[in-house]
């Protein structure tokens, strides 16, 4: 204990365990979510270094999970061959938090109820402080390959303590933390339990995941053994067992021996202890598509994504030819509340694997920033394994996989519009996503288009191409005005004259949208034409009947013309209008009302 130094928790992280443990309360099983995931982590990043170093494995070649619980002294041990830390590492981790945007969160969810907490936490990613709220004593243990084995201790609160571990680097490599549980907490003891939230959370961990568990089995006896009482508990070696496990990590998974029946011979019933795995980790994207179900999609979109809430839609195909790879795309059913504002952080959405090994989720731009919301998982071929994570940031087949994805990803979209009432929900949420890719993205702008829907005179919702099939004989041009709602457009005097004369007009009620129509001036074959602008330009205008009413009420034009002379350009009589007066109309080339609010709104 000499060696045992005290450090405090930086003040974030008290913050939060408080937080946690008052508000995380009810969901408290998420603990063995986020060590599990934090273990899968760490034997990711191994496995990765064994790309390139050889003898990275050398102090334990086995990649497992293992859990164990001790229900005598209630104590719960979760242990991984992962990566391991080293001393500083250990400080680091388990004290502070470094992720920029932590007084945020912690101000999200402090402000949140329980329910959304759990997706807040696993999203930001302080899942390990979640041990605390099962656990009044956390001990980890861990090696990592250029440090000795330190052992870190806390019972929460305001400190922790780190020391060399006496009995040396017994764990070869690895991380194995045990938690004390605390009394309301000790039915995380329980085999089925633990067994329940595997399934429930960790099921698609690509790593074995052991459980050691008690089985009860029929054994043979014979008959001078009948003396003993039948239901005495034989008890295997513990160690014995542990020896087999790490044998069936580096094989294959054995079948089982089928005993045969002898119907002489008699029975009793024992437990056998042993380690059982809980998983199968054949990777859901590896399978024919054909062969799974729509409920394994979204638990596996649950458990990667980390999102509680299921996947409005989803792509998996294997891409053939120019490149290689597998991959299943998602769309989310929310956008997260920041998708408009500039990534500047990797949003770890997209997570890149070489033939199964995970190699980054650490893209900033692997999508269009239109696209920033899709959830992916992509699983290439032909990348050669020993390249860093930078140079494959510019390795050519990435190039073509992106332009892949973003295809994909499109035609998943196309798909979904023609369901009417998944796609509202999909507009709703990422409908200004598709209108920022029509202003940026110039090779799929077309394509975007499409999928683009306006709210108009005549409908609901409709797409350009419905509009222009709609259009009237002599038209030419798409009519469009813009303002804050639609409720504002139906009663502006812009369209009176328009609608009056049968025409369709679009209304354009996002921001986004008069950006959108500089970039977009068309579609089809036709224009768009802001009828807020310039002169009323129905192409059935009836110029015999404005010119008899501009000389009959020349006078009254002068006379207005000169009175508003600081305030407008000029004053004209227009067939416009029905009902209204008068409207104030933007020049061709001027900005419209609604433009300049819009403007004058971003100028803070
Ligand atoms: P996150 O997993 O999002 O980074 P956590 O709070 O779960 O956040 O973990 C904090 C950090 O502690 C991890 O990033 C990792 O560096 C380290 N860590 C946690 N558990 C392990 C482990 N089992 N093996 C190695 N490192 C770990
Ligand atoms: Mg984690």
């Given amino acids: 204990k000499?060696?045992?130094e005290k450090f405090q928790f930086q003040t974030e992280v008290s913050r939060l365990m408080n937080l946690i443990i008052n508000s995380l309360y009810k969901t408290r099983e998420i603990f063995l979510r986020e060590l599990i995931s934090n273990a899968s982590d760490a034997i990711d990043k191994i496995r990765f270094l064994a790309l390139t170093d050889p003898n990275a494995l050398s102090n334990n070649s086995n990649l497992n999970i293992t859990i164990w619980s001790d229900p005598k002294n209630n104590i719960l041990t979760?242990?991984?061959?992962?990566?391991?830390?080293t001393k500083e590492q250990l400080k680091e981790n388990l004290g502070t938090i470094a992720k920029s945007g932590t007084s945020e969160f912690l101000q999200a969810i402090e402000e949140k109820k329980a329910d959304d907490n759990m997706n807040l936490i696993g999203q930001f990613g302080v899942g390990f402080y979640s041990v605390f709220l099962v656990a009044d004593k956390v001990v980890v243990t861990t090696k990592h390959n250029e440090d000795e084995q330190y052992i870190w201790e806390s019972q929460a609160i305001n400190d922790f303590t780190i020391a060399k571990d006496p009995r040396g680097n017994t764990l070869g490599r690895g991380t194995q933390i045990k938690l004390h549980l605390k009394e309301d907490s000790l039915s995380f003891l329980e085999e089925g339990v633990i067994r329940g939230l595997i399934t429930k959370y960790s099921e698609f961990i690509n790593f074995p995941i052991w459980l050691w568990t008690k089985k009860t089995e029929e054994v043979e006896i014979d008959d001078d053994d009948l003396d003993d009482e039948s239901d005495k508990i034989e008890k295997k070696d513990e160690k014995d067992e542990k020896d087999e496990k790490d044998e069936k990590d580096t094989d294959e998974a054995e079948v089982e021996d089928v005993t045969e029946e002898k119907p002489k011979k008699k029975t009793k019933t024992v437990e056998v202890p042993g380690w059982e795995l809980m998983n199968t980790q054949k990777p859901i994207w590896t399978r024919d598509s054909k062969d799974v179900t729509d409920p394994e999609y979204e638990k596996f979109y649950r458990s990667f994504a980390k999102d509680e809430a299921a996947p409005l839609a989803w792509t998996h195909f294997k891409a053939e030819g120019e490149v290689d790879f597998k991959s299943i795309i998602y769309i989310p059913s929310k956008a997260p509340p920041n998708l408009y504002q500039k990534v500047q952080e990797f949003t770890r959405n997209i997570k890149f694997f070489v033939k199964r090994v995970?190699?980054?989720?650490?893209?900033?731009?692997?999508?269009?920033?239109?696209?920033?919301?899709?959830?992916?998982?992509?699983d290439a071929d032909d990348i050669p394994l020993n390249v860093s994570r930078e140079t494959l940031q510019h390795h050519?087949?990435?190039?073509?996989?992106?332009?892949?994805?973003?295809?994909?990803?499109?035609?998943?979209?196309?798909?979904?519009?023609?369901?009417?009432?998944?796609?509202?929900?999909?507009?709703?949420?990422?409908?200004?996503?598709?209108?920022?890719?029509?202003?940026?993205?110039?090779?799929?702008?077309?394509?975007?288009?499409?999928?683009?829907r306006f709210p108009s005179s005549h409908k609901n919702l409709t797409t350009l191409d419905d509009y222009i099939s709609r259009m009237k004989k002599k038209q030419t041009k798409m009519y469009f005005v813009t303002g804050s709602s639609i409720n504002e457009l139906e009663n502006s005097p812009f369209i009176e004259g328009y609608i009056a004369r049968g025409y369709e007009v679009l209304y354009m009620v996002e921001p986004v949208d008069e950006v959108l129509i500089q970039h977009m001036p068309g579609h089809g074959g036709k224009m768009f034409q802001n009828i807020a602008k310039g002169d009323s330009k129905f192409e059935d205008n009836d110029l015999e009947e404005?010119?008899?009413?501009?000389?009959?009420?020349?006078?009254?034009?002068?006379?207005?013309?000169s009175t508003l002379t600081d305030f407008v350009e000029r004053v004209q009589i227009s067939n416009r209008l029905t009902s209204s007066p008068c409207a104030v109309i933007a020049g061709d080339w001027g900005l419209t009302g609604h433009m300049e609010r819009i403007m004058a709104a971003q100028a803070f």
Avoid: H
């Fill in 78 to 85: 979760i242990t991984d061959t992962g990566v391991g830390m």
């Fill in 546 to 561: 404005t010119s008899k009413l501009k000389s009959k009420y020349i006078k009254l034009i002068d006379w207005m013309q």
């Fill in 396 to 452: 050519k087949a990435l190039q073509l996989i992106k332009k892949r994805i973003i295809k994909k990803t499109l035609d998943m979209i196309t798909n979904l519009s023609k369901d009417e009432e998944k796609y509202k929900k999909f507009l709703k949420e990422f409908g200004v996503s598709l209108k920022i890719g029509a202003i940026e993205d110039n090779s799929n702008r077309k394509t975007l288009a499409k999928l683009l």
């Fill in 358 to 378: 995970f190699i980054t989720d650490e893209f900033l731009d692997f999508v269009p920033k239109y696209l920033a919301f899709i959830k992916a998982i992509i």
């Fill in 2 to 4: 000499e060696t045992e």
